[in-house]
């Protein structure tokens, strides 16, 4: 937050801050890749492993999710581009669901001459101060 947002993010980090994304296909049915989610309750934090998200000009943090039985997954099968997903990605409120972990799969029930997905994400910080 204070690479992105300078001196004005000690204020707003005096609150709890979310990262919320909004994601839909701008097309179709969606068959090829779709996007699915993980019940945050079933996701232990050692299931997440800290990976450097590089960019030109600084360098962050992401973190990949460690494969576990105990993780419930969902999709919405063949979404269309009326409907989006919205994910709470992150919350710093150490008393909720802190990170969403969600992926691209292949489904092994879709066509093999399916149109290749095409989506777009939407990524907002959430301040309450």
């Not at 996007?35 to 299931?47: E, K, R």
């Not at 800290?50 to 000009?57: A, F, I, K, T």
């Amino acid at each position: 937050m204070r690479d992105l947002l300078g001196h004005e993010a000690e204020h707003l980090l005096k609150g709890s801050v979310q990262v919320i994304n909004l994601w839909r296909p701008i097309r179709g049915p969606l068959r090829d890749a779709p996007l699915a989610v993980c019940d945050a309750t079933t996701v232990a934090f050692t299931d997440f492993v800290p990976s450097d998200l590089v960019y030109r000009d600084r360098t962050g943090e992401i973190y990949r999710v460690r494969d576990n039985p105990a993780h419930r997954w969902f999709y919405v099968p063949e979404m269309q581009p009326n409907e989006a997903i919205l994910i709470k990605c992150y919350d710093s409120a150490p008393d909720k669901a802190r990170f969403t972990a969600h992926s691209a799969f292949e489904d092994p029930t879709a066509p093999a001459d399916v149109l290749p997905r095409e989506s777009i994400e939407l990524r907002t910080l959430v301040f309450h101060v």
